[in-house]
């Protein structure tokens, strides 16, 4: 989809398609999608189940991502506002999945089983995530990087991730996790090299400094 205003696009299934990845969602503004599946798509790592890019007061419902040949779920909003993802899922993808750059809400959504990290925050920027789960993902359940910047995390579920249940890198600013929930992550909870960092309702002990000192 190039450019589309009001668009409603609802029970479309993308499935095994070799060229190019899933879905692309480029330009469009003021619109619904609502139970669209991208699954088994692309054959190299720039192919996304969902490609999501410069779209504005858009808003994704139960939209699924499994086994895509990149992240399950590719949100590039450097120039995108008032974009929410409610109760998707991403599972089994060769990449994250869901790689956020810029600004995104994500509600209820599901991360599961994916090759990278289940929720990639590397750009991030006033994004919030509520009642998110990550699982079993081969590296972290939420990861952020130098210029990850204004993140809330609030009442999120983050188990068995084969590293950190959450990593926050040197840089990134801004970072405020409330009330998480953290089970069998193989390196440990929270990795937190960021300076400023706001907990809200978190156990003592659970999380590792940029010093390395217990909290």
């Given at each position: 989809?190039n450019?589309?205003?009001?668009?409603?696009?609802?029970?479309?299934?993308?499935?095994?398609?070799?060229?190019?990845?899933?879905?692309r969602?480029?330009?469009?503004?003021?619109?619904?999608?609502?139970?669209?599946?991208?699954?088994?798509?692309?054959?190299?790592v720039?192919?996304?189940?969902?490609?999501v890019t410069?779209?504005?007061?858009?808003?994704?419902?139960?939209?699924?991502?499994?086994?895509?040949?990149?992240?399950?779920?590719?949100?590039?909003?450097?120039?995108?506002?008032?974009?929410?993802?409610?109760?998707?899922e991403a599972?089994?993808?060769?990449?994250?999945?869901?790689?956020?750059?810029?600004?995104?809400?994500?509600?209820n959504?599901?991360?599961?089983?994916?090759?990278?990290?289940?929720?990639?925050?590397?750009?991030?920027?006033?994004?919030?995530?509520?009642?998110?789960?990550?699982?079993?993902?081969?590296?972290?359940?939420?990861?952020?990087?130098?210029?990850t910047?204004?993140?809330?995390?609030?009442?999120?579920r983050?188990?068995?991730?084969?590293q950190w249940?959450?990593?926050?890198?040197?840089?990134?600013?801004?970072?405020?996790?409330?009330?998480?929930?953290?089970?069998?992550?193989?390196?440990?909870?929270?990795?937190?090299?960021?300076?400023?960092?706001?907990?809200?309702?978190f156990?003592?002990?659970?999380f590792?400094a940029?010093n390395?000192?217990?909290?």
């Amino acid at each position: 989809v190039n450019y589309a205003i009001g668009l409603n696009l609802e029970n479309v299934r993308v499935y095994s398609d070799s060229q190019g990845g899933g879905i692309r969602f480029v330009t469009v503004l003021d619109s619904e999608i609502r139970n669209v599946e991208s699954s088994y798509n692309g054959d190299s790592v720039a192919d996304a189940g969902f490609l999501v890019t410069t779209c504005t007061r858009t808003t994704f419902y139960n939209c699924i991502a499994i086994g895509n040949a990149s992240n399950g779920f590719d949100l590039d909003f450097t120039s995108t506002v008032e974009v929410t993802l409610y109760s998707c899922e991403a599972a089994g993808n060769a990449g994250d999945g869901f790689e956020i750059t810029g600004q995104v809400n994500l509600v209820n959504c599901r991360s599961i089983e994916n090759d990278d990290d289940g929720f990639n925050l590397g750009a991030a920027d006033r994004t919030y995530l509520s009642g998110c789960f990550a699982s079993n993902n081969a590296i972290h359940g939420i990861d952020m990087n130098a210029t990850t910047d204004n993140v809330i995390i609030s009442n999120c579920r983050i188990q068995s991730n084969d590293q950190w249940g959450i990593n926050i890198t040197a840089g990134a600013t801004g970072i405020k996790i409330i009330n998480p929930f953290f089970s069998g992550n193989s390196s440990g909870n929270i990795q937190d090299a960021a300076t400023n960092t706001v907990y809200v309702n978190f156990a003592s002990g659970s999380f590792v400094a940029a010093n390395g000192a217990n909290n």
